[in-house]
């Protein structure tokens, strides 16, 4: 094998330094960037919230239904599912008193008078989202996770074929159009349909994001982009989720305070150059040598004549067009990569699942919601930041190992909390947390790591794709939750362990440079099943890679 120059890039740009000022920018720009990523995905807790609500009284167009309502003994009951929010006693001609029989009662024939206590309005307000139509709540919300589906799948063809930066502006700007116009919607099938695409731009905005900082950096920065850079961004977005909605009760101005801050991006086009590797996969050396001259100048260090030179690039530039041209089946090309991409999917899948069911399940904790949504992402936050501190102390199958574990076990022990204990079900539900957002943002990392640039965001957006149907499903889990509270904390305790278990099968890539090449991709640890004997006569099983067809 030769030595190619895209398994040497970090080598090659090492002259620019790790942190210098344009590393810096490129990390500020970008984590920044992930900010509205970071509340629209879970802006559905406040804008699609089931308020307290009841049935209105057939005369509550000449008297307030409140007051009806009081006058002749009707008692609110505080679920969103339950008998009093669904139906009425039936009542005489006059209106005045209960019909015979404590049993006797109908549907909700008048609509529903809703609480305006937390805000003044839902979409679950504005259309009647509750009792027989309340189905369209978690639907609504799952669509945005189809969305974001769709998204992870095209945006990585996308980002490969046409580049990081193009696509990275478009979902922008897609993300933050899809918003405003979302705020003038007049049903719940238009608020449905663009939540689609809102979610389509979201996720690929952020891995585009993700991908184009990966790639610009080097190692040591690159990691501490990832965790400290762009999952924070990412978590300081959901926190200013709560603060937004406690001052916005409408969930219209809601969406455009979220919308608004993505045309703040529109001018930093001109400071995110696209990656220098994807241009040299491309072809395009001169391209590239730009990119990083113009890093050297902003660090003021001088660069060499010629950057990258013919030998160098000659692995990476195929002379073939067609072989220049990536496509998804790559992702099952070689044994090395499908086993990774198999592995991956099972689980983001799970990751997201959990991830996203215990943060949508804010609004469905004891006390008040805003307080639990700003702790939910608060622990998002300290996580990132304690992930950071520990990413290069221990091997990375081993740390997402534990992470999920932990979870697994503290969401199953929910199990054992008796009924009457609301409080301690809501601290192992927040406690779990911990686990699964440290291992959310540090599958990222790892599969950044994990991926050759030549399909890195094609793989990248197949696993957020697997991720997304974790989330889809995640929304049906909660509701299922009326019928069973426990129910869900099983299944999300019972899927991060088992994603635990099959994630000490990947190969540890600390410390290790970051694979350009489908030959490079790293081999998946194999333990009793296998003798080392039997291992080390594989092709593909050591750093040496041989291409497996």
């Known amino acids: 094998m030769s ?34 990523a970071g509340y629209m995905g879970v802006i559905v807790v406040f804008v699609s919230d089931t308020p307290e609500h009841y049935c209105r009284s057939p005369n509550s167009s000449s008297r307030n239904g409140t007051e009806w309502e009081q006058e002749n003994g009707f008692h609110y009951r505080g679920s969103w599912m339950g008998p009093g929010s669904c ?152 926190a200013l989720l709560p603060l937004f909605a406690y001052f916005i009760r409408g969930w219209r101005m809601l969406l455009v305070a979220a919308a608004l801050p993505g045309f703040l991006f529109i001018p930093t086009w001109c400071l995110i150059p696209e990656s220098p590797r994807w241009l040299l996969q491309k072809g395009r050396v001169e391209e590239a040598e730009l990119v990083i001259r113009k890093a050297a100048q902003w660090n003021r260090v001088p660069a060499p004549e010629v950057i990258f030179r013919a ?51 804010s609004s469905n904790l004891h006390g008040n919601i805003y307080l639990n949504c700003f702790i939910s992402a608060a622990i998002d936050i300290v996580v990132y930041v304690a992930t950071w501190l520990l990413i290069d102390r221990a091997p990375r199958p081993t740390l997402l190992f534990t992470t999920l574990m932990f979870c697994g076990i503290m969401l199953l022990v929910i199990k054992l909390v008796p009924e009457d204990m609301p409080i301690m079900v809501q601290v192992l539900a927040l406690v779990g947390k911990i686990g699964v957002s440290a291992a959310y943002c540090f599958i990222y990392v790892f599969f950044t790591e994990l991926m050759p640039t030549v399909v890195r965001n094609m793989g990248l957006g197949i696993c957020a794709t697997a991720g ?82």
Not at 11 to 21: A, K, N, P
Not at 470 to 486: N, R
Not at 504 to 532: E, G, V
Request: glycine share 8%.
């Open 87 to 238: 139906s009425r006693y039936k009542l005489n001609e006059n209106w005045t008193e209960k019909a015979a029989g404590f049993n006797d009662t109908e549907q909700c024939l008048d609509g529903w008078v809703f609480s305006t206590d937390k805000y003044t309005a839902t979409i679950v307000s504005e259309w009647d989202l509750v009792c027989d139509n309340a189905w369209k709540v978690p639907f609504s919300t799952s669509f945005f996770f189809v969305g974001a589906l769709i998204g992870s799948f095209i945006s990585g063809h996308l980002s490969d074929r046409f580049g990081r930066k193009p696509v990275f502006f478009f979902t922008m700007i897609l993300q933050t159009v899809t918003a405003l116009i979302q705020v003038t919607s007049v049903s719940w099938v238009m608020f449905t349909i663009l939540n689609c695409l809102r979610g389509l731009g979201q996720i690929s905005n952020f891995i585009a994001s993700l991908v184009l900082g990966s790639e610009i950096l080097s190692k040591s920065a690159r990691v501490t982009y990832i965790l400290l850079g762009h999952s924070l961004g990412f978590g300081f977005g959901y």
């Open 311 to 361: 030998g160098d690039c000659l692995e990476l530039m195929n002379k073939d067009e067609e072989e220049q041209t990536y496509t998804y089946m790559d992702l099952m090309r070689t044994h090395n990569i499908r086993n990774i991409t198999i592995l991956g999917v099972f689980i983001w899948i799970s990751v997201a699942m959990v991830y996203y069911g215990l943060s949508l399940n």
């Open 468 to 549: 997304r149907i974790g989330a889809i499903i995640c929304p049906y889990l909660l509701y299922m939750g009326l019928y069973s509270k426990i129910l869900p904390y099983i299944i999300f305790g019972t899927a991060s362990i088992m994603a635990a278990a099959v994630s000490m099968l990947l190969p540890d890539t600390r410390n290790s440079k970051l694979p350009d090449l489908l030959i490079q991709t790293k081999h998946i640890r194999r333990f009793s099943c296998c003798s080392k004997e039997t291992l080390s006569t594989r092709p593909d099983a050591t750093e040496g890679f041989k291409e497996v067809n």
């Open 3 to 36: 030595n190619g120059k895209i398994r040497d890039f970090d080598e090659i740009t090492s002259f620019l330094g790790d942190y210098g000022l344009f590393q810096i920018l490129i990390m500020v720009l970008l984590s920044v960037s992930t900010m509205p």
